[in-house]
């Protein structure tokens, strides 16, 4: 008779098995931030019988175009621009505070909590970056252009309701952003540098 090989039971174990338990313990009970890139919300989907953004045209003077070159050199309206004069600039544009003829034309709109507002409504920041553009460089512009949209909304909600916009009340932003919409087109990279 043959010798019986011995097998190992259910309490047997390997290192190949206190290996995996280990694994296992370490993905549970560790935490990883996985949080990163830009919080944004999509907008709905189009209707079928909704005309495409393709087909709306957009007067001159109410678009900004913001183009990050492939050496991170910022443009802003065809000037070159510092980021750190970005938000400035964007928040001039969006609000056009003297109804200035190069900046986007204002509407009347009767916004609740405000009456009968002259606002912007028909700007667009179309933001444009080189296939070439670091990442970082393209963050740091979109926190420029989100910086800009928080501060005009800050600074009206301030003046109206004696707070901040995020301590407003859901009717409360939403008249805020009827005033300040924000608008930011963005376009697939190109290769306008050649890198």
């Not at 938000?87 to 003297?98: A, L, Q, S, T």
Request: hydrophobic fraction near 35%; proline fraction near 5%.
């Amino acid at each position: 008779m043959g010798k019986k090989r011995k097998t190992p039971g259910i309490n047997g174990s390997s290192s190949a098995d206190i290996a995996f338990m280990l694994l296992i313990f370490f993905l549970i009970t560790t935490s990883m931030d996985t949080d990163q890139g830009l919080a944004r919300r999509l907008p709905p989907p189009v209707p079928k019988d909704q005309k495409n953004d393709t087909d709306v045209d957009i007067n001159k003077r109410n678009l900004l175009v913001v183009l990050v070159s492939s050496t991170n050199q910022v443009l802003c309206g065809n000037e070159v621009t510092d980021v750190k004069q970005l938000k400035d600039k964007v928040k001039e544009f969006i609000d056009n505070p003297y109804n200035d003829a190069n900046k986007p034309e204002k509407v009347e709109v009767d916004v609740p909590f405000f009456g009968k507002t002259m606002v912007t409504k028909n700007h667009v920041i179309s933001l444009q970056n080189d296939r070439g553009t670091s990442y970082q460089a393209y963050i740091d512009v979109q926190n420029e252009l989100a910086a800009a949209y928080n501060e005009l909304r800050d600074d009206i909600s301030k003046k109206k309701f004696g707070k901040a916009f995020m301590d407003l009340n859901e009717d409360e932003q939403k008249a805020v952003q009827m005033i300040y919409p924000q608008k930011i087109s963005e376009a697939e990279p190109k290769n306008y540098g050649g890198k």
